[in-house]
Antibody, heavy 120, light 109 residues
């Protein structure tokens, strides 16, 4: 059974940094793209970033490019999101999701999310 | 940037059919995917590649795509189907630009 557990969220001041983690189990982690998706309070879903399997190719939404860095440790079955220069508009629940890629690449399993609040 | 447009809300009586639309310029060339999100929970995939249902998703959920529009249909809606529904797809440019639709609140009453 696929299990994704996010951690590392919390309250941070504008301009601060935070590192999110996602522990994966129940599947061969290194075989899948992984994604971060966020949802601001009362708002819709926004794709943030994804990382490929072994080559480490990454891509980011324009709203976080240059500030966020996605990475993975296949030996630990873990996904990370380093968030720097945080802004109030980054306040959201951040979901880790497994990406199923066969032509398209779509999230097929999601964690329960971790809340990031950026406020002074 | 690429956008997928959904109606903000759809209301349906129990046992009736709800249809949720998603429009996007690249949909003639790209698959649509649908996610259900109940209050306080993570999203769940209910339709992939336009019309396929993951295991465990009830048969009353179906999907279709024609031209620039994709449609999620809930046939015989149940009270437990009340949720937000999001479509997901990508544009047809070089590097894939994955986007979610704006979301549709489905009310069953």
């Amino acid at each position: 059974q696929v299990r994704l557990v996010e951690s590392g969220g919390g309250l941070v001041k504008p301009g601060g940094s935070l590192r999110l983690s996602c522990a994966a189990s129940g599947f061969s982690f290194s075989d899948y793209y992984m994604k971060w998706i966020r949802q601001a309070p009362g708002k819709g879903l926004e794709w943030v970033s994804y990382i490929s399997t072994t080559t480490g190719y990454t891509n980011y939404a324009d709203s976080v490019k240059g500030r966020f860095t996605i990475s993975r440790d296949n030996a630990r079955s873990s996904l990370y999101l380093q968030m720097n220069s945080l802004r109030a508009e980054d306040t959201a629940v951040y979901y880790c999701a497994r990406g199923y890629c066969a032509g398209d690449c779509y999230p097929d399993s999601w964690g329960q999310g971790t809340l990031v609040t950026v406020s002074s | 940037s690429y956008e997928l447009t959904q109606p903000p809300s759809v209301s349906v009586s129990p046992g009736q059919t709800a249809r949720i639309t998603c429009s996007g310029d690249a949909l003639p060339k790209k698959y649509a995917y649908w996610y259900q999100q109940k209050s306080g929970q993570a999203p769940v995939l209910v339709i992939y590649e336009d019309s396929k249902r993951p295991s465990g998703i009830p048969e009353r959920f179906s999907g279709s795509r024609s031209g620039t529009m994709a449609t999620l249909t809930i046939s015989g809606a149940q009270v437990e189907d009340e949720a937000d529904y999001y479509c997901y797809s990508t544009d047809s440019s070089g590097a894939p630009n994955y986007v979610f639709g704006s979301g549709t609140k489905v009310t069953v009453l």
